[in-house]
């Protein structure tokens, strides 16, 4: 008897560690849902990156060209850019709406399918009303499967896997419109080398002769160590120093344009970059929903670091 009364606080000990235990929620897609924000906060991050970016290139467009024509198109078509970068930022809202809300299933799926509708008309992408089965485009077609496996799934961890893909291919080709800004600054680097052309044109053309004058001299072989064609090449190399300042001036022109316009071209590059990477925060929340971890955004806002970097750089050149 007594021995059985020294084990019962063992036993007691044991088992409320067993309830203990079976009283912490499990990493599953059934315990509790993870928070949003960081995806909201990182969609928020790059459309102010990528807005910043669209206003450092304008500033240098203007800068760089005499009428501003360049400057004001691409201020226009950058604009109609950001609106779709707007949209991510909203449709992340919307899904921290649809993860933390206390509703039934089906409701909160309805929501995630009405958020990728929302975010493909912030990128252009026309949808049909619900119930229309005819789309107007490839890109509609696209993301209106998405948005029906989204309605007919049974869970939103399953809904989200979907609106993964929805997500993704949206943000593609929001990324690939902002590149197609870069024809502008192409456009303008081609500009810029046409006027270094007009100015330097006809000193780069007679350098060109005298080193060709060289060239021939130097294909005589032998001949060439004559004391007539000795005296020829001094005199060539003498007109060479003659023209060499002014050759410098124009490389160094030349140089300028090159770098400018590459800069322009990497920020532009990068905005595009930081919505491609988008999907990979969204990506962490699928798999926070499945696992009841945190999400992991890092990928995303790197994106935004580079952004801020390749904007300064421009700017002190």
């Not at 789309?135 to 809904?159: F, M, P």
Request: with cysteine; net charge neutral.
């Amino acid at each position: 008897m007594n021995r059985l009364l020294r084990a019962l606080p063992h036993r007691w000990r044991i088992l409320r560690c067993l309830l203990l235990a079976l009283a912490v929620p499990l990493p599953t897609g059934c315990g509790a849902l993870p928070d949003a924000s960081a995806l909201v906060d990182s969609a928020w991050s790059i459309h102010a990156a990528v807005r910043s970016a669209g206003a450092a290139v304008e500033a240098e467009l203007r800068r760089y060209e005499e009428d501003g024509e360049a400057a004001r198109r691409f201020a226009g078509e950058w604009a109609v850019r950001i609106d779709s970068v707007k949209g991510i930022a909203e449709y992340a809202g919307a899904v921290q709406g649809v993860v933390e809300a206390s509703g039934r299933t089906r409701e909160r799926i309805a929501a995630l399918a009405g958020g990728i509708s929302g975010l493909a008309g912030a990128a252009g992408i026309a949808m049909p009303p619900a119930g229309i089965v005819a789309v107007t485009t490839e890109a509609a077609g696209i993301v209106l499967e998405q948005v029906n496996r989204i309605r007919a799934a049974k869970s939103l961890e399953e809904a989200m896997g979907p609106a993964q893909e929805a997500v993704g291919f949206i943000c593609a080709r929001i990324a690939a419109d902002l590149r197609t800004t870069d024809e502008i600054v192409q456009l303008l680097e081609a500009d810029a080398r046409s006027r270094l052309q007009l100015r330097w044109g006809d000193e780069q053309a007679y350098r060109q002769q005298i080193e060709e004058a060289r060239r021939a001299v130097f294909r005589l072989g032998a001949p060439a160590l004559e004391p007539a064609n000795q005296a020829r090449l001094r005199e060539l190399d003498d007109l060479l120093a003659a023209t060499g300042e002014r050759h410098t001036l124009y490389e160094d022109a030349l140089r300028a344009v090159e770098e400018r316009t590459r800069s322009i071209r990497e920020v532009i590059a990068a905005a595009a970059g930081a919505v491609e990477a988008w999907p990979s925060a969204h990506a962490q929340l699928r798999a926070a929903i499945a696992s009841g971890r945190s999400l992991n955004i890092a990928a995303a806002m790197s994106t935004v670091v580079e952004i801020r970097d390749l904007v300064q750089r421009m700017r002190d050149l």
